[in-house]
């Protein structure tokens, strides 16, 4: 990876140590010191394109707080490696002249103004697999202007704008490609006119538990991660969402109470498909908050688990995490 900013970038040449530890960069962040964007910002960041032709391998380009003209992005568009575009508070004007086919398959947007959005979107329609975005692309979305993307399975969504936070899933919704769906704000169930036709193919899911009730039935889910701790009502209904899927579910993340253990039981007795189960302990009265997600690899399995799995006749998880 090669971080360029403008205490390294040069628009008047490069050394040749440089050079060297550019062509083996696989991964280039441009991310400019100054607020402003200055005509010293700018001379600085045209020299970036050009540093993009002399790496044989690059994967992921991120560009922060950028104006990209019509020049530049022939260059970007054009680099046959490159699979990954960031795009964060940025601007890309429109083009008059082609582009050339671009190989992106993974898309980031965030923070940008609407015409930047959609004239991306456009461009790497029929090659974006992976597309994260936040609430600034609802606007598009709103206006009718939403491209199609025949190939998109997996979708993240963040940052939304708290008015009308169901939108732009509700514009995705029927995306028959979509397998993957993240979702890292609150979101009720009443923001969205859930069919069971919607989101056909979904397989991994990541969100509150509120919302997972309303997508996990009769969808082929086999994963889910629950982000933030929020068990209102208890575990019963999210315990019996996750036996309604068209496949088992072989992966669990969860964020529980300190005292879940007494239901883990039932747990491991309802899915008898799961593979890997990781719980992130939650104690009420210490008052401190989880992150927005879980990570973490797998660890064996702690003597209270073993204990549980040893009533289960074999059902027990192969993989199971207790922080």
Known sequence: MVKIDDYHVRSTGWERKDLLHLRSATEVHWRPRAS????????????????LLIIPNIRLLSLHNANINEAQQAIIFGLSTLRTLGVYF?????STNPIPDSHVTSLKLFRNDTQTTRHLLAILATTVEELVVDGSAI??????????LPKLSTFTINHPDP????AILNAFKRYTSI???TILFHLKRSDMSLHHSDFPA??????RHQLAVGLIPERPVTSYVEVYYDWEGGPWELLDTLSKTRAGITNLKLCVPDNFCSHLLSLLTSLRHLEQLTLKLYSPNKGFRLPDYLSGQPVHNPPRAEAMGNNLRGRQPKHFLLP
């Open 139 to 148: 606007r598009l979305v709103q206006q009718g202007g939403l491209t199609h």
């Open 163 to 166: 008015t009308s936070s169901g």
């Open 36 to 51: 402003k964007r200055d005509s010293v910002e700018n001379l600085q960041l045209h020299a970036v394109p050009s540093v």
């Open 179 to 181: 397998t993957t769906l």
């Open 90 to 94: 940025c601007c890309f004007h429109s």
């Open 202 to 207: 979904l397989r991994s899911l990541t969100c």
